[in-house]
Structures are given as structure tokens and as C-alpha cells.
């Protein structure tokens, strides 16, 4: 991986920061539930996949874009709170990036998953942590939002994660034969 600010990193966080805005504006990376939570969420998906793609600096970016957007089109009292909006949301792309980094020697589609997943939980955890210490939720209710949002919510981030990541990895390196075969 490139070290320090590439064009391709500036272009990754670009993208799938646009991608995290979309979804949070448009409501489609909030899919409601008859949970406390109100929502589960995909939005946290663009940030896994800059963590992994573009490194821990990408994803920490990605992440500040998602929760930034997050407090800005919050709903509910507990997201207009920066630190339970913007703040745990800053570590979902550095923890999958690690996450990828430490497995991707073993079997890069393991590490994928496992960053995908690891990932997402970090988004549940860290979210009903700072609601917990905020007040908004008691620790009985985040706990039961972690278990029927948060596993769902993982389930979801491996799978389109693999996918994205999978195929953003295989047209990268067809795309580096072609261009030894041309050149």
C-alpha cells in the first residue's frame, strides 16, 4: 500500500465519502426498524471499504464524512449529538483497515469479511457506548439494539463488502495486465 496522499487515495475517499453522503441524505443507508434504534444501517459500509482500500487515514476520513453527515440529517436527539454522531464513527474504517492488514497474509477473502464485520461492529459498539455514557440509551437497551441491529447490521456489511472490495480488487489487477500487455 502507497504510503502518504496519493491521487488514488484522495479518489477513494472522494467517492465513497459522495456514496456516504447519498446514502444519509437520501435515507436509502437508513433502513427502518421497530427496534429502539429506530434504523439499521448501511452507511457505515462506504467507511469500511476506504478503510480497506485506501488505508487507515482513507477510512478515518470516510468515517469523519459519514458521521459528519449523520448529526447534519439526524432525526433523533441521539445523533445531533456530535460525540455519539461524529465521534465513534472515526474509528470503523481504522479498525477494518487493521483488521485487513492482519489477516490479508492468511486469506484475503477472510481478511475482507473480517474487516467488513469488524468493521460494523465497531460502528454498533462504539454508537451505543457514547448513547449509553450520553444518557440516551440504558445499558439493557443498547445491548438488545447491538444484538438484533448490530448482528444483522455485520451480516450485511461482509457481504457487500466481499463483493465490492472483491470485484474493486479483480477489474485493479486486470486492469495492471492490460496494461503490461499493451505497453
Known sequence: ?????????????????????????????SIPVPTAAGNATIMHIPTVIGGIMGGWGVGLVIGLI????SFLNATIPLFKDPLVAIL????????AYLTYVGLKNVNQYLAIGAA?????????ILVLFMA??????????ALTVAIANGIP???????????????WMK???????KSKISG
Open 116 to 124: 467488513g464485520f469488524i468493521g460494523s461492529i465497531t460502528n454498533t
Open 66 to 69: 459519514f458521521g459528519v453527515s
Open 88 to 95: 465513534p464513527r472515526l474509528f470503523i474504517g481504522i479498525t
Open 153 to 167: 447490521e455485520a451480516i450485511v456489511s461482509v457481504i457487500i463488502t466481499l463483493a465490492v472490495v472483491a470485484a
Open 1 to 29: 500500500m502507497e504510503k502518504g496522499i496519493t491521487v488514488r487515495k484522495i479518489v477513494i475517499a472522494g467517492v465513497l465519502g459522495a456514496i456516504a453522503i447519498l446514502l444519509g441524505v437520501t435515507r436509502l443507508g
Open 132 to 141: 449509553v455514557v450520553r444518557g440516551y440509551f440504558a445499558p439493557g437497551v
Open 171 to 177: 477489474l485493479g489487477s486486470s486492469g495492471k495486465k
